[in-house]
DNA sequence: CGGCCGATCCACT
DNA sequence: GTGGATCGGCCGA
């Protein structure tokens, strides 16, 4: 399990990038699921017009974000979409970083039966809304520790494979204007692997 | 309290 | 590439 330091790093842009490869784990509804990270997006605070918490806001909703670091910001969106966020930075500060994609790891079989998709290790699967599907995360577990036995994250062994990571401009956020942009989203070029079957 | 719209997904063309 | 689904958060009145 990541260290809480970890989150509490001042740069969510860095971090957003070292959460690319490491493993996020989910035991919900009384299954263990997860997968590596391989795209996050960075919401950098209260000069971002991309993140719900610019300029100082401060609602109900965008409170989490003001808590300290290595907790989750779980939102509902689209009338049907969860999002996971990470939380990062000292409390006071709304940093957070968006989980995009998973390279399913664990659970594919608990997964598939959520979602209705086929799985598989080597394909990833894309969509912030997705992956709380796949998770089985929704609003419950918004605002918890990063360290307990819900949700959490572990460094993960990469073994040979050499992972480049790229950067673009963030998705879906165009009425962010200037900061629609910035370089804070990363993506994991996975690996091509034949498919199985 | 009413209205707008979003850090999306899927089916269809 | 386009549009429908679908609903809570947010804001202004």
Redesign the pocket.
Known sequence: MIRKEFYLQPDVVQIARALIGKCLLAFTDGKLTGGIITET?A?NGVTDR???AYNG?R????ET?YGTGGIT?V???????H?L?IVTNVAGIPD?V?VRGILPRIGLKTMENRTGYRLSSTVQVS????ITKCLGIGKQHNGISLRGDRIWIEDWDAGNDIWEIMTTER???D?AEEDASLPYRFVMKVPQTKNPG
């Not at 609602?59 to 965008?62: A, P, S």
């Open positions: 997006e919401y991309a993140s719900h806001r609602t109900q909703r965008t974000m910001y939102y509902f969106c689209y009338g049907m979409h999002m966020n957070a968006l969509g912030p809304g997705r998705i879906g956020i009425y």
